[in-house]
T-cell receptor, first 113, second 111 residues
Framework: ETGVTQTPRHLVMGMTNKKSLKCEQHLGHNAMYWYKQSAKKPLELMFVYNFKEQTENNSVPSRFSPECPNSSHLFLHLHTLQPEDSALYLC????????????FGNGTRLTVT | QKEVEQNSGPLSVPEGAIASLNCTYSDRGSQSFFWYRQYSGKSPELIMFIYSNGDKEDGRFTAQLNKASQYVSLLIRDSQPSDSATYLCAVNIGDDYKLSFGAGTTVTVRA
């Protein structure tokens, strides 16, 4: 699946670092999402953008800051993270929020040391 | 009550058998239901979606939806070792944009 591309694939960062995750979709979708997947837990919805407007912030700590400059690009800016933030971060896109299937990127495996 | 519930497994089936996975959901107003397959270390990939009550077949996969009982199931016929993965059930909950996932059922197909 190359319709949704995430970079980097792996990221190791210290708690005082600032880094960004990038997502790009080539499917012509209008909605983009960030999900967090921790071991043995369901996927957790973090943020939703529809036509580059944020429509959901699922009680995510402010150390995670999303940015959606257009319908094809989505960023997740990270700063002063905690070790418990280590997880797989998945970007997804869809035609119609919630009613149409999500197409996931390959994810970024984040480790906070 | 969790929004979407699945048995975590593992579900072990012999090659060639039928694997049956179940999912229940809490929101009676849910309209969209999806099954994703996730191999270890990989991202989820869509295998089936269903919107109406009844059965929907696609190759070796059949999704079954019963809105009155609030469950959706996935059958995998003629199971192959390549079907060994975690299967995630996803349901739209509340407003349109919220897709809630179950914790997944791990399936192991024995050769």
């Amino acid at each position: 699946e190359t319709g949704v591309t995430q970079t980097p694939r792996h990221l190791v960062m210290g708690m005082t670092n600032k880094k960004s995750l990038k997502c790009e979709q080539h499917l012509g979708h209008n909605a983009m999402y960030w999900y967090k997947q921790s071991a043995k837990k369901p996927l957790e919805l973090m943020f939703v953008y529809n036509f580059k407007e944020q429509t959901e912030n699922n009680s995510v700590p402010s150390r995670f800051s999303p940015e959606c400059p257009n319908s094809s690009h989505l960023f997740l800016h990270l700063h002063t993270l905690q070790p418990e933030d280590s997880a797989l971060y998945l970007c997804a896109s869809s035609h119609d929020r919630g009613r149409k299937p999500l197409h996931f990127g390959n994810g970024t495996r984040l480790t906070v040391t | 009550q969790k929004e979407v519930e699945q048995n975590s497994g593992p579900l072990s089936v012999p090659e060639g058998a039928i694997a049956s996975l179940n999912c229940t959901y809490s929101d009676r107003g849910s309209q969209s239901f999806f099954w994703y397959r996730q191999y270890s270390g990989k991202s989820p990939e869509l295998i089936m979606f269903i919107y109406s009550n009844g059965d929907k077949e696609d190759g070796r996969f059949t999704a079954q939806l019963n809105k009155a009982s609030q469950y959706v199931s996935l059958l995998i016929r003629d199971s192959q070792p390549s079907d060994s993965a975690t299967y995630l059930c996803a349901v739209n909950i509340g407003d349109d944009y919220k897709l809630s996932f179950g914790a997944g059922t791990t399936v192991t197909v024995r050769a």
